[in-house]
């Protein structure tokens, strides 16, 4: 297969992680006798240093001629702490979303047996958990009209939905859905927000031309608690995109880590592929950064954006044996880990590798 | 002590818990000697189904005549599967809340030892856990411009905050940082939206005027995971309605149960005491309810509204030992517990006025 690749590593932590998930692309391109081939771009932070834009039109048009996008992260302390910067790293990667029309994220939470211990919830809780997230992405408080008054005493972001967005991100959900365990929980805040309530109508007409799948609606505040409580009790949720962002990084707990977690952005057009972790600054350039989320986003590209899945199986195999051999980056190391198996970002990198050939 | 009191039951549970919550209240005032008055006034789907209106403005003259409320819950189902329902339960609550001026929502996450293990949570990451969210009540994407299009296909809430709304609120939680650990986490999005920048921007600008108290700065996504990584490095939580509302339910979990958890909101006149668990419709009249919440709620009002704090100490104590001897409602039993000594709400309310009394 003959595929062209757009690798977007962005800031902090980016950089070090999508090494590793090229490395793995170029050893599964090897074994399997495909041709990858890479183009690389600039996003957020580094991208406004070199160009003063945060996704420079250079990288759009590399975007939308590539067939699929691995991206590390963006963002900053700097503008953090900096309420009144015009221009933000963050700014690049909600841009992207929208021109690609990358509607529809799906987070998976999977949970490798090994790391059950690494999370803060209790085993019990944990074992058997499996969610698939459909967080829609080009929408909602994140896009609508930003305003603050001339004396800048008042501030507003509009939450907005159209039903067509609501649809298109529902009926992805409800298709995967039926091919898992038939049950979809969408999260609203129904009782409260008017896009909430339109967002409950669309979910429960579609609801009728899925018989076969179970929908439940769960308010945005209940949801976040039974996520803790019983995590098992969740296949399919489905909600927006404020409401998407806070209860996937909550659900990173699941998985041990945030360093676990991959994603895929899917919609109109090239998929794209990233860690749910961020730019994680602190930790940056000093090799500890968890190399997996990325590789595990390598493995979501060949499944969904080229159909490989023989190949994304072998990722996940070759990561699931580095685990249950004992090898960890310090994000999943737990007390009862042996100290010369917690390893760095580029030790963690090569030894996936070395599993993957076999 | 002389204190008139508004009962508001409200739907579902809230009758069966806030008549416990009450019983308590004669119970310290006969000890102590305080003349307690009582009135009892209609709020949400009972206040729909006798006039038409969830908060009848008997209601509301009432309660700006009391010294302090004590509420249970509103909410029905019936109103949730219609997301066209023009009168909502909730909406008597909401108005409620704006019309007292109740800014400021304080939710204290308190840990009783005999209850670690219910949580999903492991004990050694919760033991020692000690949160009080400050919650902004009256702004936000609950109170600003709501609009449906004509052909009803786009929905918006417009989520807006002003500069004092954000100042009374943070120094509320500012002062009650210098009397606990002297830790403030403000949470936002300031990375995507602009009512969050003037969040932010207020909370740095009067941090300066309280150098004795560590401020730190969090995104909500990131704030969700670290409450159930390590929820021990949280002290005082600020943050707006919405991620308030989010948070705090995310952080029953914390104490085993939403049944524990009491709330206080304050601001420019009567206090109003309440659970943080809904109208739990599902198992309404069912003797089942966990009464404690409610007890707790009038734990805090002896202490904030009227500074009775040896009395509120007297309730907190009796549910202690009430706790020790091993007595559970349903929601807080284990695997562990004395099948004898799981109680119904009415046993329950009953066995803490017998610790109460001696
Ligand atoms: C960086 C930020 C804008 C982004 C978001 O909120 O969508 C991130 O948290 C994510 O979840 O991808
Ligand atoms: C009932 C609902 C409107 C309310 C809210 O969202 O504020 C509730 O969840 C709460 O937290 O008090």
Redesign the pocket.
Known sequence: MKKHILVIPGDGIGPEVTTWGKAVLEEIAAQYNHEFTYDEALMGHVAIEATGNPLPDETLEKAKASDAILFGA??HAKYDNDPSAKVRP?QG??KIRKELGLYANLRPIMLFDELLDASSLKPEVLRGTDILFFRELTGDV?FGEKKRSEDRNTASDLMIYHRYEVERIAKKAFEAAQVRGKKLCSVDKANVLESSRLWREVVQELAKQYPDVETEHMFIDNAAMQLVKNPKKFDVVLTA?LFG?IL??EASQIAGSMGMLASASIGDGTGFFEP?H?SAHDIAGQDKANPLASILSVALMLEISFGLKEEAKKITDAIDKTLKDGYRTGDIADAKTDKAKILGTHAMGQKVLEYLRG
Do not use: H, K, S
Request: net charge negative.
């Open positions: 963006v963002g963050e990667l909600l994140y995109n962002d996937t990084d749910i961020g």
